[in-house]
């Protein structure tokens, strides 16, 4: 799916943007539909987490997906966006995740001959927005500021242990399915800052480390391309 992410990313930013109006009896009353589909990528930080715990190597995230765009004014320059989307999020650190008879055991002590710990997620996400921008029915570049809130459910979540000595990669189930958190988009034209902060744990309550919840709260910092 990652693959797909990418030419998906590609593409977009050969794409160019247009917009589509609404035929009304007044040319001061032309409704239009901005920005239907979404691509982006970023880099996932890690909040919430153990003192011990570091983040190692490249966590990425890649999201993309459609945006149901409702003008609410007369001009455009106001809407409502609420959408259905794809993502997959990595996080890199030095957590030791294995998996034992009854579940799965956490540790940060370190592995000296550890090379990659890796956690990934695949989500269905459902982004809701509000929409400002100064566009026009004939104007495809323009200053956007979107807000909002992002649902989503994990549907699959993976651990990967690489040391010199051996791999290891199993389906983690403890894992918080269902996420949660403000969004805050801003840019103008292709170019878009996206960010995410979740207000819900990525891991649940059996995932502890000496007897305290392992927690990890996501910051996503990136770029989003709108494509209509």
């Known amino acids: 799916m990652r693959y797909i992410f990418f030419i998906l990313i590609s ?24 920005d239907q589909f979404y691509i982006g990528i ?7 987490k153990p003192d011990d715990l570091k983040q190692r190597n490249l966590s990425y995230g890649l999201q993309a997906g459609l945006i149901k765009d409702i003008p609410l004014n007369n001009s455009g320059t106001r809407a409502l966006g609420v959408g259905f989307g794809l993502a997959l999020n990595t996080y890199y650190s030095n957590l030791i995740v294995r998996e034992i008879s009854d579940g799965f055991s956490y540790d940060i002590s370190g592995i000296s001959n550890l090379k990659r710990s890796k ?20 104007e ?25 000595d051996f ?22 034209n292709t170019f878009n800052v996206h960010i995410y902060y979740a207000l819900s744990d990525l891991f649940d309550d059996q995932a502890q480390i000496s007897g305290e919840q392992l927690g990890f709260r ?4 990136g770029l989003i391309f709108y494509i209509l």
């Open 218 to 221: 996501p910051l996503r910092v």
């Open 119 to 138: 956690l990934e997620t695949h989500l269905i996400e459902f982004p809701i927005e509000f929409r400002w921008r100064n566009s026009t029915p004939t």
């Open 11 to 34: 593409l977009g930013s050969y794409s160019t943007y247009s917009q589509v109006k609404s035929s009304t009896d007044s040319l001061f009353n032309q409704r239009y539909f901005e």
């Open 167 to 188: 791999k290891d990669g199993f389906f983690n189930t403890d894992i918080s399915n269902f996420q949660y958190g403000p969004t805050f988009n801003f840019g103008y």
């Open 42 to 48: 970023t880099y996932n930080f890690i909040g919430n």
């Open 140 to 164: 495809y570049k323009f200053w956007r500021v979107y807000t909002g809130f992002k649902f989503g459910y994990i549907i699959g979540a993976r651990s990967k242990l690489v040391t010199s």
